[in-house]
């Protein structure tokens, strides 16, 4: 095993190079030949990356303790789930999963039969291939995962408590995917630039892989999110955490670019604020992953005792540094084929403003996020960003993205007339209006709180009144059933619709963004045996503390029942776990979900005579982020599947020497 792992990453590392130089002399010279070659490489690549992730994966589900790695993140009681979820525990696992991800897309792009005969593939394979020589690189010399002990041990380390969750199942490959994913597109935009190819094909031809890339990244980002809300035991779901920001970031540039490149399609805009785009995307990608694997930031997220970040850094200079100047030096073919805006307030307006404020988002997450290391390097001390500057900035900037959403539906393309705006949006606005009224007659009175929810309101009236617009219409040609003509809308305009689906997703997730941020209520109390304490419209009463135990594991627990309004909700086990291999416990929460609110009681400390702490709290809207999360996955599924893009034949054919 050990040494058909090291063959396949050296392998690996081989074919990769002799693809990539056999790519780029049949580009120089034009002899397909020798491109062919490369792309038959290409597969040989991934065929060494999918055994030694085989081969380590095996070791893991088997306990072979002779390697450093297995003993470092797993144990012979370790449920087999969570074995093979240490594939990506550690920084050498991780990162021969990121390269496997990275040689399946590369294999997939070459051999598409959607892109065969097209002359982009060779760039774009290529391009890929840098990629991958570098982490075969990393993977041979500095992060080996397949390194022996001089002696065996007879039982391993364990895997860290707090990724032994579902949610940690999911949550790292999702991100990886996402990661690995935008460097398709990138690849696309800089073999479009180097054979001057300034119109919208490449966009075209990369957006599945883009919203893929983009899907992945929501995915990723709710798990991990779901993951700190049930497992750190902090109530929260989002502590902007440097590592958390890392996979923010990248996913706020490519909810820009997604959002711009359809100004490019129908106005032929924007070109260059796109491509720029998506570099800064694919160079958020490796900033992410020097972040985490670094150590210059302290997070819960990050991988300890690592000497990757100058490796990261010193290539992710050398990419960034590349694709800027190809771009500056094709800047003035795209400059002269691009359109101009000929109305503030049009639909084109209204993209390039959400494309700057998610950018302005995207900035200031990153200054709070670098800005530990700023201060450091100037003034030889490390300040802590926190919560509360994230918060005060984001709020804000998502308020005026949640607005521009909610215009942007009924704003005409190119130019919208006075009257054309109040015929569109005075009853939204009066409707939003009177229930800005009724909140504050409810009892809602902060302000920002009054202010999101009129927005979100808003938003929800102009997206229904598109799809009941474009269902009137399709009825007055088809004489459908209303049923009939909304599905069939929707299936003719996937992209569209889809697209209008995320945006009711994220007004959702607004929705409790803002009331868990805005009406969290949270006590901590001492409780003897039947003690209760009050939070809200909860009482819940503390009955005893027991212990049991699970394997090698003890875990600690209080028996609690709840009552809401004199009412048993049921009774509830919060519980601290401790590992038989891991000195720090873990928190399990006990939590009650229902549409409007979250009850989430922690056990924090007890005493010897059975006295207990509790940290309880009452979280509001919690569900809607749930599905608000899942309105945004089935939203981007459906604007791929399918879609428009099964129609698109490459513009460009013929043999090489028509394209060098």
């Known amino acids: 095993m050990y040494l058909l792992g090291n063959a396949a990453i050296y392998i690996g590392l081989t074919l990769a190079v002799y693809s990539f130089i056999s790519i780029v002399a049949g580009i120089l010279t034009k002899k397909q030949t020798l491109v062919d070659s490369g792309k038959g490489g290409v597969i040989a690549v991934f065929l060494s990356a999918s055994v030694a992730v085989a081969v380590l994966l095996y070791a893991l589900a088997t306990s072979q303790f002779q390697f450093e790695y297995v003993k470092d993140y797993t144990s012979s009681e370790l449920p087999i789930l969570y074995k093979l979820s240490a594939l990506w525990a550690g920084n050498a696992g991780s990162l021969l999963l990121w390269t496997f991800f990275l040689t399946m897309y590369t294999a997939m792009i070459a051999f598409s039969r959607k892109m065969r005969g097209n002359p982009m593939i060779p760039y774009i394979s290529a391009i890929l291939l840098v990629n991958s020589i570098f982490f075969f690189f990393i993977l041979g010399f500095v992060a080996k995962p397949f390194i022996l002990l001089n002696e065996i041990p007879m039982e391993g380390r364990g895997l860290n408590p707090m990724l032994q969750n579902p949610g940690m199942v999911i949550h790292p490959v999702t991100l990886y995917l996402g990661y690995v994913g935008l460097a398709v597109p990138f690849a696309f935009a800089m073999a479009a630039l180097i054979l001057?190819?300034?119109?919208?094909?490449?966009?075209?031809?990369?957006?599945?892989?883009?919203?893929?890339?983009?899907?992945?990244?929501?995915?990723?980002?709710?798990?991990?999110?779901?993951?700190?809300?049930?497992?750190?035991?902090?109530?929260?779901?989002?502590?902007?955490?440097?590592?958390?920001?890392?996979?923010?970031?990248?996913?706020?540039?490519?909810?820009?670019?997604?959002?711009?490149?359809?100004?490019?399609?129908?106005?032929?805009?924007?070109?260059?604020?796109?491509?720029?785009?998506?570099?800064?995307?694919?160079?958020?990608?490796?900033?992410?992953?020097?972040?985490?694997?670094?150590?210059?930031?302290?997070?819960?997220?990050?991988?300890?005792?690592?000497?990757?970040?100058?490796?990261?850094?010193?290539?992710?200079?050398?990419?960034?540094?590349?694709?800027?100047?190809?771009?500056?030096?094709?800047?003035?073919?795209?400059?002269?084929?691009?359109?101009?805006?000929?109305?503030?307030?049009?639909?084109?307006?209204?993209?390039l403003i959400n494309n700057l404020l998610l950018l302005g988002a995207a900035f200031a997450v990153f200054w709070g996020t670098i800005f530990p290391l700023v201060s450091e390097a100037v003034r030889g001390t490390k300040v802590t960003v926190g919560i509360p500057f994230f918060n005060k900035v984001q709020a804000p900037i998502l308020l005026s993205m949640m607005f521009i959403m909610a215009v942007c539906p009924l704003l005409a393309w190119q130019r919208s007339t006075v009257k054309n705006l109040k015929k569109n949006f005075i009853i939204p606005a009066i409707l939003s209006l009177a229930g800005m009224i009724l909140m504050v007659l409810l009892g809602i009175q902060k302000a920002w709180a009054v202010i999101g929810y009129g927005v979100i309101i808003l938003l929800f009236i102009t997206h229904y009144l598109e799809f009941y617009r474009g269902v009137k219409a399709r009825r007055k040609m088809t004489k459908e059933?209303?049923?009939?003509?909304?599905?069939?809308?929707?299936?003719?305009?996937?992209?569209?619709?889809?697209?209008?689906?995320?945006?009711?997703?994220?007004?959702?997730?607004?929705?409790?963004?803002?009331?868990?941020?805005?009406?969290?209520?949270?006590?901590?109390?001492?409780?003897?045996?039947?003690?209760?304490?009050?939070?809200?419209?909860?009482?819940?009463?503390?009955?005893?503390?027991?212990?049991?135990?699970?394997?090698?594991?003890?875990?600690?627990?209080?028996?609690?029942?709840?009552?809401?309004?004199?009412?048993?909700?049921?009774?509830?086990?919060?519980?601290?776990?401790?590992?038989?291999?891991?000195?720090?416990?873990?928190?399990?929460?006990?939590?009650?979900?229902?549409?409007?609110?979250?009850?989430?009681?922690?056990?924090?400390?007890?005493?010897?005579?059975?006295?207990?702490?509790?940290?309880?709290?009452?979280?509001?809207?919690?569900?809607?982020?749930?599905?608000?999360?899942?309105?945004?996955?089935?939203?981007?599924?459906?604007?791929?599947?399918?879609?428009?893009?099964?129609?698109?034949?490459?513009?460009?054919?013929?043999?090489?020497?028509?394209?060098?």
Do not use: C
């Open 481 to 660: 059933m209303p049923i009939v003509a909304l599905y069939r809308l929707m299936i003719k305009n996937r992209r569209r619709y889809g697209g209008y689906i995320v945006h009711i997703g994220i007004a959702f997730i607004a929705m409790g963004i803002i009331g868990s941020q805005n009406y969290d209520v949270e006590t901590m109390k001492t409780l003897k045996a039947g003690e209760s304490l009050d939070i809200k419209d909860y009482r819940m009463t503390y009955e005893k503390l027991d212990q049991r135990s699970e394997g090698v594991n003890d875990i600690v627990y209080a028996d609690v029942t709840v009552f809401k309004d004199g009412k048993l909700l049921g009774k509830y086990e919060p519980e601290k776990v401790f590992y038989g291999n891991w000195e720090e416990p873990s928190s399990e929460v006990a939590l009650h979900s229902s549409i409007a609110e979250d009850l989430y009681i922690v056990l924090s400390t007890w005493e010897e005579d059975g006295t207990a702490t509790f940290i309880v709290k009452v979280n509001p809207m919690m569900s809607w982020l749930w599905m608000g999360s899942g309105l945004v996955v089935i939203g981007a599924l459906f604007a791929i599947w399918n879609g428009k893009h099964k129609h698109i034949t490459p513009k460009y054919t013929g043999a090489m020497k028509e394209v060098v």
């Open 196 to 351: 001057k190819n300034m119109d919208d094909y490449w966009i075209k031809m990369t957006r599945r892989w883009t919203i893929i890339a983009w899907l992945f990244l929501s995915l990723g980002n709710i798990f991990g999110g779901q993951w700190a809300y049930v497992e750190l035991g902090w109530g929260g779901y989002w502590a902007w955490d440097p590592v958390e920001n890392a996979s923010f970031m990248p996913w706020l540039t490519t909810t820009a670019f997604l959002h711009s490149v359809m100004i490019q399609e129908r106005k032929n805009m924007l070109k260059v604020w796109n491509i720029s785009l998506i570099v800064i995307s694919y160079a958020l990608t490796l900033f992410g992953t020097f972040l985490v694997r670094s150590g210059v930031l302290t997070s819960v997220h990050a991988f300890a005792d690592s000497n990757l970040g100058m490796y990261f850094l010193i290539f992710m200079g050398v990419a960034v540094i590349g694709a800027l100047y190809i771009v500056m030096s094709r800047y003035s073919l795209i400059k002269r084929s691009a359109g101009e805006f000929q109305s503030f307030v049009s639909k084109e307006s209204s993209f």
